[in-house]
């Protein structure tokens, strides 16, 4: 199994960014896919998760709002639309999948990170 994040950038408070996640060797729409990020200093947490099975979508409630998570089937891609970010935004981006029917079961696969860097 392979994920590769990219879309990070450097991008001033109030602007977008769009990360894609292309994944080989499972099925996104089968599986429980989501976003994490790590900032300098911090723990890796979770943004926003799909789980495999019917479950209402995960954000974190500092991107609920701003955030946006989706998949592209066809393509075996995830997303994240990134709207009015903000300097607390900025961290390494890691997109995660595992076959399990819920996010909260854990992730068994990640990808490498992408930086996000907001600032002025």
């Known amino acids: 199994v392979q994920l590769q994040a990219s879309g990070g950038g450097l991008v001033q408070p109030g602007g977008s960014l769009r990360l894609s996640c292309a994944a080989s060797?499972?099925?996104?729409?089968?599986?429980?896919i989501g976003w994490f990020r790590q900032a300098p200093g911090k723990e890796r947490e979770g943004v926003s998760c799909?789980?495999?099975?019917?479950?209402?979508?995960y954000y974190e409630d500092s991107v609920k709002g701003r955030f946006t998570i989706s998949r592209d089937n066809a393509k075996n891609t995830l997303y994240l639309q990134m709207n009015s970010l903000k300097p607390e935004d900025t961290a390494v981006y890691y997109c995660a999948a595992s076959p399990r029917p819920s996010c909260y079961y854990g992730m068994d696969y990640w990808g490498g990170g992408t930086q996000v860097t907001v600032s002025s």
């Open positions: 799909i789980s495999a099975r019917a479950s209402p979508l």
């Open positions: 060797g499972i099925t996104l729409g089968e599986s429980s």
